[in-house]
């Protein structure tokens, strides 16, 4: 089936630090990809998609690429800040029907301190 | 617009009693979709309404969970009776047709005393 690895947290950076949160995927096909992230005391927002290989999601300073060849779907974002505090979902959606259901990694809790 | 939104945030309910979550998605979406995320564990998918019908509820727990949709505009999701194992977070979340953008709501944090 489906699945979705993210790497394990909590991270903690310092502001204006670089930041790499590593996911992986295992899926039939091509699925469509996501981060989705929760502010404390919020639901989950969409931060950012990619619906096909080598496709850039962007957003809010944030990026990742669609990486068929290694299933992956890092997100980096080169300058933190303490407003990035959040958890971060990485997801996919089953490439084998429209609307489908979404497959969610554990989530990973970033703090950012000033 | 409104986006999707989830009543109560908060339930605090003992063992063996019920509670129902309701959720209201955007406007005009026929797709619903109802997830659960246990203490530190992943989002799980629970089922998935396109308007009235249930498309999908391959992630139902077991038949303690009942969730309706009817009219096809908010979902109810009813938990009877309440186990301990039930605490977590609910989401609901909509999206139109074919996409496969969902919208999330806040969520309501379940917890069974």
């Known amino acids: 089936g489906n699945s979705v690895t993210q790497m394990e947290g909590p991270v903690t950076l310092s502001e204006e630090a670089f930041l790499t949160i590593n996911c992986t995927y295992t899926a039939t096909g091509y699925p469509s990809l996501f981060w989705y992230v929760q502010y404390p005391g919020e639901g989950l927002q969409l931060l950012l998609k990619a619906t096909k290989a080598d496709d850039k999601g962007s957003n809010k300073g944030f990026e990742a690429t669609y990486r068929k060849e290694t299933t992956s779907f890092h997100l980096e974002k080169g300058s933190v800040q303490v407003s990035d505090s959040a958890v971060y979902f990485c997801?996919?959606?089953?490439?084998?029907?429209?609307?489908?259901?979404?497959?969610f990694g554990k989530g990973i809790t970033l703090s950012v301190r000033p | 617009e409104a986006g999707v939104t989830q009543f109560p945030s908060h339930s605090v309910i003992e063992k063996g009693q019920t509670v129902t979550l309701r959720c209201d998605p955007i406007s005009g979406h026929d797709n619903l979709y109802w997830y659960r995320r246990v203490m530190g564990k992943e989002i799980k998918f629970l089922l998935h309404f396109v308007k009235e019908s249930k498309q999908d509820e391959s992630g139902m727990p077991n038949n303690r969970f009942l969730a309706e949709r009817t009219g096809g505009t908010y979902s109810t999701l009813k938990v009877q009776p309440a186990e301990l194992e039930d605490s977590g977070v609910y989401f609901c979340a909509s999206s139109l047709g074919d996409s496969k953008t969902q919208y999330f709501g806040p969520g309501t944090r379940l917890l069974v005393l």
């Open positions: 997801a996919l959606s089953d490439p084998r029907r429209a609307n489908s259901k979404l497959t």
